[in-house]
Nanobody, 119 residues
Framework: QVQLVESGGGFVQTGGSLTLSCVKS????????FGWYRQFPEKQRELVAT???????NYADAVKGRFTISRDNAKNTVYLQMNSLKPEDTAVYYC?????????????WGQGTQVTVSS
């Protein structure tokens, strides 16, 4: 099993910055991807950014140039640095860990952290 605990959400004004953190505990998988997703009210969860175990990052178009994902494997932690925040970034942000074995692929999720950007 894998457990994910997020922190760092909060309230910020337009143009401000926040950094989200997610600490992973539990089983290790050599092939894995950390990710951040967000969910707007009454909408499906959508991808924000991912980073593979080899360090390859992927971003949603809406956040490119403003958000940066990084990971510290020694600390089992993934970060999301969010700059130039906009009201449309207001959402619940979820940490994701995708674990792969030869036979399976499984997603684990954190509990979510609210980010609110005021106009």
């Amino acid at each position: 099993q894998v457990q994910l605990v997020e922190s760092g959400g909060g309230f910020v004004q337009t143009g401000g910055s926040l950094t989200l953190s997610c600490v992973k505990s539990g089983n290790r998988f050599s092939s894995n991807t950390f990710g951040w997703y967000r969910q707007f009210p009454e909408k499906q969860r959508e991808l924000v950014a991912t980073m593979s175990s080899s360090g390859i990052a992927n971003y949603a178009d809406a956040v490119k140039g403003r958000f940066t994902i990084s990971r510290d494997n020694a600390k089992n932690t993934v970060y999301l640095q969010m700059n130039s925040l906009k009201p449309e970034d207001t959402a619940v942000y979820y940490c994701n860990y995708r674990a792969r074995t030869i036979q399976t692929e499984r997603d684990y999720w954190g509990q979510g952290t609210q980010v609110t950007v005021s106009s």
